[in-house]
């Protein structure tokens, strides 16, 4: 019994391991498949920014200048399919790889080999999406949310993004499944659920929700799909199906989605605060429901993302009160992390600032939301860059800057190295000022009537487009800088303790820097 | 025979794989080859069948290998409660998926076909009668739909008859009755092999005699896109079916622990309510 107990602990010291490329294809490591996931979402985030630039680059003056109408619109869908499913979405399952296990005291995630194939069903979903540019009709090009009749009448690159959402929703779904097993199942002796750390809490959440409405996207895709090929009238009026009703399925996808590429950022945020103000996160039990009211409610609110479809004027009021409704867990959850900080002793270290920064700027975000949920309003502001301005301020500043705060909390646990402190800051200063440039003078141009998702405009919106132009070459160029600094810290750096930050608690930070190989292979007791 | 979960390892990590790698070239072939195939590039069906074997083949080799690990002895309670949590997890997914397609017919049923009846649309379609089942005021065709109380209800009785089978190889089980088992077994695959005959048979006759075709409107694609994915998980289904016998024939599985007999009996019973659910609403109703 002991021999096999040894053999199977410490499965692998006695065998030989792949190494080279096929370490990284055979993998069933955690913090292997976690790397490898970081390193896919940042080079999709660089090719979804670079296909951003382009648009950007065609909006710097009015007229047309750098690409054809239908490769506009193009860049458009792709920049964001790619940046949803290909940078966001697996950057947090990266994260939730890496860290779970070692947060909550397990040896790995609860199905190893299943997890490897989560993340290498990413390459090819990406490749698809590549290919599609070159087939005849090029890359779909109805926007991310692939609305009928558009996504109906496109060319074979339709097909190609259709699939290649099926594979990535095939990721997703295996992926949340072993989260929400290894959260429920492989904790730790002592690390009951009220104890586990927020991040935590908030991936069991996200992944819930992942398992909830993935399969209901797949659902919608494959109506495209046979409308398309095989004849049927899911969206076409002449057969007795309606367009709208694919807006009704994608938007019970499509709000918990963005709450599924919120949530765990939530997480992310609620520990660095604490770690930084060396204090107890206030409120933690509030916290854990105020996340799951949000995930509860997010399911009844999709038609928000519909108020000029003409529903009836009852239907429109429901959901206007109910998307209304969830700015109060949101507001619980802004009210803790400012009270964790009130009277902490406070320093701002780079992940700190990207906190503090994702407070105020998603904050913003978050008011243009329950502005944008009041449905007079929206029927005013509905396609115009406000709404833009406004989805960019909770992704960007939302999601983007909590992965940016995690991966520099957690870069020494990672790599064994103190990244450059100096560096850090001096990217978060330039992507917070360049973000500003880039999407606050868009809310005055949607304010001002200026549809979303065309490659021309009226000579009165000159100026702000040319400013949020300049902003997002500013922003992209920063990301270099965080690239460098990562590979900087890779490379070498100041010696990173077991715990480099005096404040922060949790059982990562009882494992060495750089985290070994394995760890918790025999589970830590929790007090 | 099995390993006890006693003498198993509290946690169980496997050796790296090469399975998941050729699941990915699998999909990757397939959607390639379909995307080929339905765009009218004849090649495309060989892609399309390369990527098939190339899954079958990943799939084989990988529940092998978890065979091996579970008689080997390797799963622990803390693992077995893993794939509990995990097939429940599972199943709630397929659910949310048949979900998409039952909202689908709701909607059609209940609020766009009755919508391009009313008043209004009497302008654009003044000949369309909006009574369920229709195919939509562009389609002139006509089409019969298939009684809910002829092969539907034989067919309702069957998935019925074999959830009772089922239930009964698992008591078998329990009580270490091998031969029952099987025998009870067996009698579950038929029944679900028979549906699949009823089924083609009915699909045949809806196609041929009835005019229901899947360009039939409404009716016709919620018809077929709703019994087409139950039919599919059906197929899915009985080949668990057939794999669990013959993993009991051999000797696999334990009393108080078997846990890949109790997947598959969850998700046959999934395939069986997702049945009922149909032959209420898009037969009978
Ligand atoms: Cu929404």
Redesign the pocket.
Same mark, same amino acid.
């Given at each position: 019994m002991q021999a096999t107990h040894d053999h199977a602990a410490g499965h692998d010291h006695g065998h030989a391991h792949p190494t080279g490329i096929m370490r990284w294809i055979t993998t069933t490591n955690h913090k292997d498949i976690g790397t490898m996931y970081l390193w896919f979402s940042f080079v999709m985030f660089l090719v979804g920014g670079v296909l951003a630039l382009l648009l950007r680059t065609e909006l710097f003056q009015p007229g047309m200048q750098v690409v054809e109408p239908e490769v506009f619109n193009q860049l458009t869908t792709m920049h964001g399919v790619i940046m949803v499913f290909g940078a966001i979405m697996p950057a947090f399952v990266g994260f939730a790889n890496w860290m779970l296990p070692l947060q909550i005291g397990a040896p790995d995630m609860a199905f190893a080999r299943m997890n490897n194939w989560s993340f290498w069903l990413l390459p090819p979903a990406a490749a698809l999406l590549v290919i599609s540019f070159f087939v005849p009709g090029g890359a779909a090009a109805g926007g991310w949310t692939l609305y009928p009749p558009l996504s109906i009448q496109m060319g074979p690159g339709m097909d190609l993004a259709i699939f290649a959402l099926h594979i990535l929703g095939a990721s997703s779904i295996m992926g949340s499944i072993n989260i929400v097993t290894t959260i429920l199942n492989m904790r730790a002796p002592g690390m009951t659920l009220m104890k586990m750390p927020l991040f935590a809490w908030t991936w069991l959440i996200t992944a819930y929700l992942l398992i909830a409405v993935m399969p209901v996207l797949a659902g919608a895709i494959t109506m495209v799909l046979t409308d398309r090929h095989f004849d049927t009238h899911f969206f076409n009026a002449a057969g007795g199906g309606d367009p709208v009703l694919f807006q009704h399925i994608f #938007?019970f996808f499509? +709000?918990p989605e =963005?709450y599924i590429m919120i949530l765990p950022a939530f997480g992310i945020v609620s520990e660095i605060i604490p770690a930084f103000a060396r204090k107890q996160l206030f409120g933690y039990t509030s916290m854990v429901y105020a996340t799951a009211s949000i995930a509860i409610l997010s399911f009844i =609110? #999709?038609a +928000? +993302?519909m108020f000029t479809v003409g529903m009836p004027a009852t239907a429109q009021l429901f959901f206007m009160f109910a998307t209304m409704l969830i700015a109060v867990p949101t507001g619980v959850k802004v009210f803790n992390w400012v009270a964790t900080m009130w009277r902490g002793s406070m320093t701002f270290e780079t992940p700190m600032l990207f906190a503090c920064g994702f407070i105020f700027v998603f904050t913003m975000g978050g008011f243009t939301g329950l502005i944008l949920a009041i449905t007079p309003i929206d029927i005013q502001l509905h396609d115009t860059y406000f709404v833009v301005a406004h989805f960019h301020y909770v992704l960007v500043a939302g999601s983007l800057f909590a992965l940016f705060a995690g991966t520099y909390y957690w870069l020494p646990k990672w790599t064994g190295h103190m990244y450059d402190e100096t560096l850090g800051k001096l990217h978060f200063w330039l992507s917070v000022i360049f973000f500003n440039v880039t999407f606050f003078v868009q809310h005055f141009l949607g304010l001002a009537g200026m549809p979303r998702r065309v490659p021309d405009y009226a000579l009165q919106f000159a100026d702000f487009n040319m400013i949020s132009t300049i902003g997002a070459f500013g922003f992209g160029l920063t990301q270099l800088l965080f690239l460098y600094v990562v590979v900087k810290c890779i490379r070498g750096g100041a010696k990173a303790a077991d715990c480099p930050w005096e404040g922060a608690r949790g059982l990562e930070w009882t494992v060495p820097s750089p985290a070994p190989y394995h760890t918790f292979e025999t589970p830590p007791v929790v007090r | 025979m099995s390993q006890t979960a006693s003498t198993a390892p509290s946690y169980f990590i496997p050796q790296p794989s090469t399975w998941p790698i050729f699941g990915s070239f699998a999909l990757l072939f397939m959607a390639l080859g379909t995307t080929l195939w339905m765009n009218d590039v004849g090649e495309g069906k060989y892609v399309l069948i390369a990527g098939l074997c190339l899954l079958f083949y990943m799939m084989f080799g990988w529940f092998g290998t978890v065979v091996r690990e579970s008689e080997g002895g390797l799963y622990s309670k803390r693992v077995d409660v893993s794939f509990r949590w995990s097939m429940s997890w599972f199943i709630f997914s397929e659910v949310m998926f048949f979900a998409a397609f039952f909202g689908a017919l709701f909607y059609m049923r209940v609020i766009s076909v009755p919508w391009l009846g009313d008043l209004d649309h009497k302008l654009l379609w003044p000949e369309f009668n909006a009574a369920w089942p229709v195919a939509g005021p562009g389609i002139t065709e006509r089409f019969e739909t298939i009684p809910a109380f002829g092969l539907p209800a034989f067919n309702t009785l069957l998935l019925l008859t074999s959830g009772v089978t089922i239930t009964l190889a698992h008591w078998a089980l329990i009580a270490n009755n091998r031969p029952a088992v099987v025998r009870w077994m067996v009698a579950t695959i038929a029944l679900g092999v028979v549906f699949l005959f009823v089924q083609g048979y009915e699909y045949t006759h809806a196609w041929r005699d009835l005019n229901l075709q899947l360009d039939m409107g409404a009716y016709g694609a919620t018809f077929y896109m709703l019994t087409g994915f139950h039919g599919f998980h059906v197929t899915i289904g009985t080949i668990m079916l057939i794999v669990i016998t013959v993993r009991c024939a051999k000797g696999h599985f334990t009393p108080t622990q078997h846990f890949g007999f109790e997947g598959v009996a969850w998700y046959w019973h999934f395939v069986d309510v997702v049945w009922l659910l149909l032959f209420i609403v898009v037969y009978a109703m």
């Open positions: #938007w499509g +709000h =963005v =609110v #999709w +928000h +993302h | -």
